[in-house]
C-alpha cells in the first residue's frame, strides 16, 4: 500500500494515518510531526525549519523533499508506506514521482479529507498534543481521561504553537493557494478518493478503508 493522505489542516489526517498504517502494516511518514522534532531536537534541519513551521508557512520544498527521500530509503518503507502531509506543492508532488520512479514503484491511492472550514477551525482551536508522546486529543471532541494529561504517558498536554488562531487563518490560506491545486493533479492521473471527513472518527475511518481498499 502506498497511499498520501490529502487535505487542509486539521482534517483529521493525522487521527486516521495511525490507524490506517497499523492496519496496514507501513509507516506513517508525516512530515510536520518530522519538522516538529527536528525543531524540538534544535538540528540544523530545525533551526531552519522553525520560523516557517510558527508562522503557519511552508517550509522550502527542497527540505522537505530530502526529508522524504531519506525516509522512503529506509527499509520499513519498501513493502509501502503513508504519506501524510506529503506533499504540499505541486513542485514536492513531481519530486515524489521522480523518487517513486527511481526506486521502480508507483502510488496506489491519493484520499482528500473534505471538512468544511468552520469545523476544521473547531477542530484545530481544541486540539491538544502531548508534549512527551505525541498523542493527539481533542478538548471536546476526544478528550484524556484526566484534564491536562495524556493517558498514554501522563505528559502534560499542550496547544500546538501553530494552533493559535492568527496562525491557523494563515495555514488556511497557504493550503487553499499551495496544496488544493494537487486535487485536481492526482483526480488527473486517476489517482483520487475523496473521503468525507465530517463524521466520527470511526465514521470517517470507514470511509478511508473503503477509499483506500475498495475496487475501483
Ligand atoms: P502538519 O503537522 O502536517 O499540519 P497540517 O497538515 O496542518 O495538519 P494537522 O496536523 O494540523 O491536522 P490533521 O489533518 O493531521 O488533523 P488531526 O488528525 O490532528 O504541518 C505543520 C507545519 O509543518 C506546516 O504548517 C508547515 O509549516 C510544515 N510542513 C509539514 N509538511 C510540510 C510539507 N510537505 N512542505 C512544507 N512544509 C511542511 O485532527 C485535528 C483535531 O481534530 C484533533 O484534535 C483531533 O482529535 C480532532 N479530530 C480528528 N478527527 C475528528 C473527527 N472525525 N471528529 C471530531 N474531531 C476530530
Do not use: L
Given at each position: 500500500m502506498r497511499v498520501i493522505f490529502l487535505g487542509p489542516?486539521?482534517?483529521?489526517k493525522g487521527t486516521q494515518a495511525r490507524r490506517a498504517a497499523a492496519r496496514w502494516g507501513v509507516p506513517w511518514i508525516a512530515t510536520g510531526d518530522m519538522l516538529r522534532g527536528a525543531v524540538a531536537a534544535g538540528s540544523p534541519l530545525g533551526r531552519r525549519a522553525k520560523a516557517f513551521v510558527e508562522r503557519g508557512e511552508l517550509v522550502p520544498d527542497e527540505v522537505v523533499i530530502d526529508l522524504v527521500a531519506e525516509r522512503l530509503d529506509?527499509?520499513?518503507?519498501r513493502k509501502g508506506f503513508l504519506l501524510d502531509g506529503?506533499?504540499?506543492t505541486l513542485a514536492q508532488a513531481e519530486a515524489l514521482e521522480r523518487l517513486l520512479a527511481e526506486r521502480g514503484v508507483a502510488l496506489d491511492r491519493v484520499l482528500d479529507f473534505e471538512v468544511g472550514e468552520e469545523e476544521l477551525v473547531r477542530r484545530l482551536a481544541g486540539r491538544r498534543i502531548c508534549g512527551r508522546c505525541g498523542a493527539c486529543y481533542h478538548v471536546h471532541s476526544s478528550p484524556p481521561?484526566?484534564?491536562?494529561?495524556?493517558?498514554?504517558?501522563?505528559g502534560a498536554l499542550v496547544q500546538r504553537e501553530d494552533d493559535r488562531p492568527d496562525t491557523v487563518r494563515r495555514r488556511l490560506q497557504v493550503y487553499r493557494a499551495a496544496t488544493r491545486p494537487l486535487v485536481e493533479h492526482y483526480r488527473v492521473q486517476g489517482l483520487l478518493e475523496m473521503v468525507?471527513?465530517?463524521?466520527t472518527v470511526e465514521e470517517v475511518f470507514q470511509a478511508v478503508l473503503a477509499a483506500a481498499e475498495g475496487g475501483r
Open positions: 489542516p486539521g482534517a483529521g529506509r527499509d520499513d518503507a506529503f506533499p504540499r481521561q484526566a484534564e491536562g494529561r495524556c493517558d498514554r504517558c501522563e468525507p471527513g465530517e463524521g
